[in-house]
């Protein structure tokens, strides 16, 4: 199945999970704050530093999945 900014994966270690989780069922990882792990999408579009209340994932912000995910896009669509 082809990863999209619907998706969930896991900031810890990289698994697809559902939607509806819990938290990873692999490793453990919880989002305290959401009370699930979010999508791509979502958490892209969470505050990073220096915004207040800025989001982290064991020190990544969400700027960096942002970038990923515009590289991945650009990557995409340059193929």
Known sequence: MAITLQSVIC????EEL???NRGC???GYQDHVA??????QEMAQLPSYPAPN????DDVSP???AAVITAARVGHQAS
């Open 35 to 40: 009370g699930r792990i979010l999508s791509l």
């Open 18 to 20: 559902a939607r509806d």
């Open 11 to 14: 900031p810890a270690c990289a």
């Open 63 to 65: 700027g960096f999945i």
């Open 54 to 57: 800025a989001a982290s994932f």
């Open 25 to 27: 069922p692999h490793c």
